[in-house]
Structure formats: C-alpha cells, structure tokens
C-alpha cells in the first residue's frame, strides 16, 4: 500500500499542457495581463479567458466568496461604493440557469433593446451549471462540474416551450444516451482505513436486490451473523408491516428513518446499516439517517420489497431514471442561453454542436452591447428608491453602485436578507431557512480505463470515502461531442461526494451547515490526496499507477449545493402561502426573486420557472 505524498504523485511535475493553461489563467487571475491580453476597458475579459479549462478548485473558488462572507458573517458594510454611472432596464444578480432564463424572458417581455447586466461572483457564467473540460491529450474530454441531466418527464409546457424556443429537443437528447452513472457495471469497494484491508467486489450494487449475486455479499467485511442478515434483507420479501394500521404504516413511511426501518423493522445490525450511510451523499446531499423510509426507497435504496404489497406501491421510485443530458450536462443550456443573449460570443451557436462549440469570453462584458455578463463581481447591496434599484457589487476589491429599472435576485436565497436589510423580518427568516447542501464533484483525467476494463467494472460505490461514489465518463455522444475510445484514450473519472455532517443527531439544517464548513476548510490537496489514495487501493492492484496515470484534477466544491426540499421527518405540511419558499419569494418594490430556492427544489425546470414568475412580476 502507498503510504507517502510522493509515492501518491502528489508532487508530480505538472504536465506541458496544464502548464500552458496554468500560466494564462494565473496572469489572469492576477490581473497582470500580457500586452496580447489586454482589455479595452476594465469589465472586458482578455481574449484568452476560457475557465472550463481550469483545474484546481473550482466551484466555490478562491475569489468567489470572499466578499459575501465578510458581509453575512462579519457584517463589513461596503459602504462609499464609486458610482459608476451605468444604467440598466434590468440588472440579474447570478448567471445560473435562473438568472440567464429571467434575462432571456425580460427581453421577450419589455423589448429587445432591453438593456440588462447579469452579476456573477464566480469567474465563469452557469452558476451549479458549468463543465470541466479537460485538453491534456490529442481530443477534448468533457464532464459535469455540477448539474447534470435533464429530467424531462417531470417538465411542464412552458419549460419544454422554452427549451423548443433555443432549439433544445429533449426526445434527441435521451435517445441512446448510453450512460448510467457506473451503474451498468457496478461494484463496492471496502477501503482499508474504515474496515480494516482493502475489498473489492464487483458485481454488487447498494440500490438493486442483487438475488443473483448473493454470493458476493459473502465476502463483505462483516461478521458471519451480519452477512446472513444482509442477504435475508436483499432477498426476502417478508412484509415488516404486517398487521400494522393504516395509521401505523403511514407513520413509518413517512416519519422513520430510513436506517431506523433497517435497524428496527429489517433487523439489520449498525455496521451493516453503516454501509448504506454514504448512499445517497453524491445525489442527494443528505443521508439516509435524515431521509425518511418513503423518500429513500424513492431514491432507489432498496427496502420496498419489506414493506407489503399496497405500501410498497405508496412509496415506488418516483424519481424517473428517464433523463435526457448534453455531454457538459446543463452547462449547455447555460451556454446556449449566453450565446441568445450575446450572439458575438459564438454567433453560430447551436444545440447540434453546442458541445464543442468555441466560446469567446472576451465578448460577455463589452461596453456597446445591450446586454452583458459581468464575472467575478458579489453584489453586496439592492436598493429600490425612487421607482429605481440601486445594486452595489464588488467586483477586484472595488465597490461599485450601478442603477436600473428593475432586478431580478436569481442568487441563494440565504444571502438575500444580507443585500436587501430593509426586508420584512418575516421573510427575511423564511429565506434564511432556505439552507442549500453542500456537495463534492471532483473530476480526475487518468490516462485510460484499462484497469477498470480489467476489474470488469464502470464504477463503484465507497462507503467509507468522503467521495462515495466513482465512475467512469466516457460522455454522451451529442451535439457536437463524440468521444472515441477505441484506443489508449485519456477518460475522466466522477467522484461524487459530501462531507459526513459533525453530528448526524441535530436538526437537519445544523448538520448541512456542520458539513459545508467542513468542506470549506479543506484545501485541494485534501481532496487531491483522497482521490489518488482511492484510485491506488481501487485500482492498484489493476495496474494502475497512480503517480504517472493521473494526468488532472478539477474539484467542484459546491458548498451551497442542492436547494433544500422540504423533507418528511423535518418539515410540517405547510398550508398554501405559508411554506418558508412562498415567503420568501415575495417581490420587493422593482425587485423580485428567482432561482431554484424559491420553489425549494434542486432542478433546472424549477431554476427556470421561477425565472418565469420572477420576470412576470415585473411592471
Ligand atoms: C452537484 C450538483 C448536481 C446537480 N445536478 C442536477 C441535475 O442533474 N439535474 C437538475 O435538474 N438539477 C441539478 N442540480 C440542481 C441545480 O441547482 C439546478 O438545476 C440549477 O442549475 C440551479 O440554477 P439556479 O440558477 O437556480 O442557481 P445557481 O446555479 O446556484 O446560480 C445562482 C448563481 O448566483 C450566484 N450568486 C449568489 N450570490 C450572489 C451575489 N451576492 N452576487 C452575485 N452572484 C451571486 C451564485 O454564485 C450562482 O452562480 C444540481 C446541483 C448541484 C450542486
């Protein structure tokens, strides 16, 4: 077993390639750039500025939250902004798929000279919406930074319309997509530190009954007692409800932790429980101690099977594994939007070959264009006064005050009571209930897929990993994107991961805090040394030779994640217009409210709708 930093390859000599990219996006970053770089004004971005390319820490970057922080946590007022004089019809604070959706509707509504500024405090545009491309071998390999698919059988006319509108065909999309998160080959891998040596066994999968590979469960880390109580589980369809109450049932469906029903009803011991606790962390951002029975077996986690025949029809996957998906995930649909709104930025821009599509940066923030993205700027202030919004925002450690007709506030709901102080208590406290989770997507291009092809697997399932779950991403080939694998060829392998809450027996929104502060104190080399200590003990034994098959890594650290949904065993049923979202969205003067957070779900359709709302509740 590899035990030091160097035999890791953590101090691996950084390939030509990044290095390239490395340079010209350091001098950007420090703003130092060379005579071929440099911007007619200060919000232009240079030619070369391309940040998909970026490995690191991305996500929340260093640059991006900074100044939020010190205006929610520490209370610095960025007063005495310089007033710059610019004029807007609309100002859109975040250019997440939200953001970029209410300026495209604005346009439609009030003109198509409207003239709209859309802030982002990240350097790049797509909020939770944003690619990793990596170019360190001869062909381009795309991932997904953060939103992925596009569950399409739960969108409504509107959300289709609009999508038809930018050329977007989702029957395309999900036609022969050929990808299924490693679930096609599926295994789980036991690491040494938390059970003792290191244990693969493929052909296992966590979420299905595995009656036909039982036998695999014989060779888990467990005692000869768990191991018996583990297959019974996965095999035997004994109803654990039998002779309960309607009332009785509906109690343990819906106010039950989904381990208490392992524990409790399917007689399963903690440790065997404890492999189930990572199960949910990459796609969801909360474990199944804070999920309730019904809302983890509709996650696919298995356990309906115990439940009787009328119960286990009550709570049946309602989560459809129909998904249509561009090959950087929803980032297109960011892009596309971009492109509709700044044509120069890739005039030719379509969702035929969005994928590839070259976009020019250099275009989102020039001063004669109507509209205009401007990166790297937190907006600290919204003001209405005197039928205006003034919006202050720092943007390089300058403060500045721009005005417009109207705002859309398509950012974290959380941070809104510290822009708008003037806010109704009310509502103030019903956005700051709005606490997103906090999620790891951590890409790693390795040289190529032999040794997963040689274990026979496409992914695996680490229950005792800070990344619970790894699988190879050999894209999907559309629009533009058409990855050949045929031979020695780089591919990007998921992680996806959280950080295990401080403690799992507090309110549901103390723990998401707990966790996203843990991620947020981990450097990249934290993240880095877990991915090449999991690919050395997952893959070693393959051949993979961790300090020369890594060729990068990109972190999505995505500390407000997901929106939080409401959840059966924390929130009541709240009555019409009294739920924390309906309160919170409530529009201001000029200014109304968007993003995913005000209809509390964690899906672009809902980023968009309430990009719709937002926007009509504009005069
Ligand atoms: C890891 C991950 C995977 C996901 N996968 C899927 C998926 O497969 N399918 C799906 O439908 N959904 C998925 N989602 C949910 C995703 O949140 C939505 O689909 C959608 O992308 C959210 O768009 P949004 O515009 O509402 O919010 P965001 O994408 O969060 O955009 C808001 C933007 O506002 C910015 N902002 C915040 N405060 C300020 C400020 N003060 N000043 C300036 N800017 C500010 C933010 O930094 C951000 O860039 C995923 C989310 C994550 C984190």
Redesign the pocket.
């Known amino acids: 077993m590899i035990e030091t930093d160097e035999q890791l390859g953590m101090n691996r000599q950084i390939a030509r390639r990044d290095f390239i990219q490395a340079t010209v996006l350091t001098s950007i970053a420090l703003m130092l750039p060379s005579s071929c770089l440099v911007p007619n004004n200060e919000n232009e971005l240079p030619k070369n500025y391309y940040l998909p390319i970026k490995t690191g820490m991305r996500?929340?970057h260093d640059g991006?939250?900074e100044?939020?922080h010190a205006?929610a946590r520490e209370g610095i007022q960025f007063d005495n902004p310089i007033d710059s004089g610019e004029y807007y019809d609309l100002i859109v604070?975040?250019?997440?798929?939200?953001?970029?959706?209410a300026a495209y509707e604005y346009r439609k509504k009030f003109g198509l000279e409207s003239k709209i500024l859309i802030?982002?405090?990240?350097d790049d545009?797509?909020?939770?919406?944003k690619r990793n491309e990596f170019n360190q071998s001869s062909s381009t390999r795309l991932s997904?930074?953060?939103?992925?698919?596009?569950?399409y059988t739960s969108f409504n006319k509107s959300v289709l319309d609009f999508l038809a509108e930018l050329g977007i065909d989702v029957n395309t999309l999900h036609k022969k997509l050929g990808f299924a998160y490693g679930n096609d080959k599926p295994a789980i891998w036991f690491d040494e530190k938390t059970y003792g040596k290191n244990l693969l066994v493929p052909g296992f999968s966590i979420y299905s009954r595995n009656e036909d590979v039982l036998d695999r469960i014989d060779k888990f880390p467990l005692s000869e007692q768990d191991i018996i109580a583990l297959k019974e589980f996965y095999t035997k369809d004994t109803n654990v409800l039998e002779g309960f109450s309607e009332e009785e049932i509906e109690k343990v469906l819906y106010k039950t932790s989904y381990t208490d029903f392992l524990e409790k009803y399917c007689k399963l011991s903690k440790d065997v429980v404890e492999i189930f606790i990572k199960s949910t962390d990459?796609?969801w951002?909360v474990q199944p101690h804070s999920l309730s029975v019904a809302e983890a077996i509709s996650a696919w986690l298995p356990g309906a099977h115990r439940l009787g025949e009328s119960a286990s029809k009550v709570v049946g996957n309602d989560e459809s594994e129909e998904?249509a998906?561009f090959p950087d995930?929803?980032a297109s649909i960011?892009r596309l939007l971009v492109c509709s709104l700044i044509p120069d930025v890739c005039p030719d821009a379509n969702p035929k070959t969005i994928a590839l599509a070259e976009l020019d940066y250099s275009r989102l923030d020039l001063s004669n264009k109507p509209i205009k993205i401007r990166l790297s700027?937190?907006?600290?202030k919204v003001k209405n006064e005197d039928h205006k919004v003034a919006v202050t925002?720092v943007r390089h450690g300058k403060t500045m005050r721009i005005r417009s007709k109207h705002s859309v506030?398509?950012?974290?709901h959380s941070?809104i009571p510290?822009?708008c102080p003037e806010l109704p208590s009310e509502q103030k406290k019903a956005q700051q209930y709005q606490v997103?989770?906090p999620?790891?997507?951590t890409n790693v291009l390795v040289k190529n897929s032999k040794a997963l092809d040689t274990i026979g697997i496409s992914g695996a399932y680490c229950p005792g990993r800070m990344h619970s779950k790894v699988f190879m991403t050999k894209g999907v080939n559309k629009a533009g994107y058409h990855p050949n694998y045929e031979k020695d060829e780089t591919v990007p392998l998921m992680f996806?991961g959280m950080m295990e809450p401080p403690k799992r027996d507090v309110p549901i929104h103390d723990q998401l805090r707990g966790a996203r502060n843990t991620l947020f104190q981990k450097k990249f080399e934290d993240f880095e040394r877990e991915v090449r200590t999991v690919l050395d003990g997952l893959l070693g034994p393959a051949g993979f030779n961790v300090s020369e098959d890594v060729l990068a890594i990109t972190v999505?650290r995505?500390s407000?994640?997901?929106?939080y949904g409401y959840l059966d065993l924390w929130d009541e049923k709240y009555k019409v217009g009294k739920a924390p979202l309906e309160i919170a969205r409530q529009p201001i003067g000029n200014v109304s409210i968007?993003?995913?957070?005000?209809a509390a779900s964690?899906?672009?359709?809902?980023?968009i709708e309430?990009?719709f709302r937002a926007v009509r509740e504009l005069k």
């Open positions: 996500g929340s991006s939250f100044t939020a205006l604070v975040g250019a997440g798929i939200s953001g970029l959706t802030l982002d405090n990240h545009f797509g909020g939770h919406a997904w930074a953060g939103t992925m698919n596009l569950e990459g796609y951002g998904v998906m995930g929803n960011a700027s937190t907006v600290v925002y506030l398509a950012c974290y941070i510290h822009l997103k989770h999620m790891l997507v996806w999505n995505w407000h994640g997901y929106s968007a993003n995913c957070d005000a964690a899906y672009s359709q809902s980023a309430e990009a």
